[in-house]
T-cell receptor
Framework: GAVVSQHPSRVICKSGTSVKIECRSLDFQATTMFWYRQFPKKSLMLMATSNEGSKATYEQGVEKDKFLINHASLTLSTLTVTSAHPEDSSFYIC?????????????FGPGTRLTVT | AQSVTQLDSHVSVSEGTPVLLRCNYSSSYSPSLFWYVQHPNKGLQLLLKYTSAATLVKGINGFEAEFKKSETSFHLTKPSAHMSDAAEYFCVVSDIDQAGTALIFGKGTTLSVSS
């Protein structure tokens, strides 16, 4: 089946530093990837839609200068949290859509736990 | 506009008894509907999906869901709960014709299973 990986699985960083999270589709090509954020005991909140070779589309209220998304290839999208603050601590999950599929099924990565101290 | 409502934030059952997790949706188009499960500190696992084929959808681990257009519902059921079923469950909707659009998540239902 389709597999999506995320790296790192968890990261602790100091306030003011930047953190990069990678999302990779391992056995399929993904023209579109999505980045979600999940707070404890809450549902997933879509942050942005990432399309290969073009700028990401951010949801309302998400700071594009703080959450930099790059989708440079059909198998890799990265989310960089710039100048991280404790309130950015969260569980970040990416998903990817197989461009060969007609239907809108997405495959989810295992998530990255970010803790900002 | 699409939306999904999970009617129960928390469901508690005893091991061996049936499970019912309720979900209602709203969609302007023909929807794709999904149920995902998330165990603590883990990613999402797809349980099953409805994509306009059979209205009764069978998934993994003995779960199934029935698409009822007249009731705009997609409830998740399992005949007999197992302790390992304790987790967070998300009902998700997407437009079947809108490839590349994001999924819309319900708020989630926490399933607790007691022995």
């Amino acid at each position: 089946g389709a597999v999506v990986s995320q790296h790192p699985s968890r990261v602790i960083c100091k306030s003011g530093t930047s953190v990069k999270i990678e999302c990779r589709s391992l056995d399929f090509q993904a023209t579109t990837m999505f980045w979600y954020r999940q707070f404890p005991k809450k549902s997933l909140m879509l942050m942005a839609t990432s399309n290969e070779g073009s700028k990401a589309t951010y949801e309302q209220g998400v700071e594009k200068d703080k959450f930099l998304i790059n989708h440079a290839s059909l198998t890799l999208s990265t989310l960089t949290v710039t100048s991280a603050h404790p309130e950015d601590s969260s569980f970040y999950i990416c998903s990817a859509r197989d461009y060969k599929q007609v239907l809108n099924e997405q495959y989810f990565g295992p998530g990255t736990r970010l803790t900002v101290t | 506009a699409q939306s999904v409502t999970q009617l129960d934030s928390h469901v508690s059952v005893s091991e061996g008894t049936p499970v019912l997790l309720r979900c209602n949706y709203s969609s302007s188009y023909s929807p794709s509907l999904f149920w995902y499960v998330q165990h603590p500190n883990k990613g999402l696992q797809l349980l099953l999906k409805y994509t306009s084929a059979a209205t009764l959808v069978k998934g993994i681990n003995g779960f199934e869901a029935e698409f009822k257009k007249s009731e705009t519902s997609f409830h998740l059921t399992k005949p007999s709960a197992h302790m390992s079923d304790a987790a967070e469950y998300f009902c998700v909707v997407s437009d079947i014709d809108q490839a590349g659009t994001a999924l819309i998540f319900g708020k989630g239902t926490t399933l607790s299973v007691s022995s």
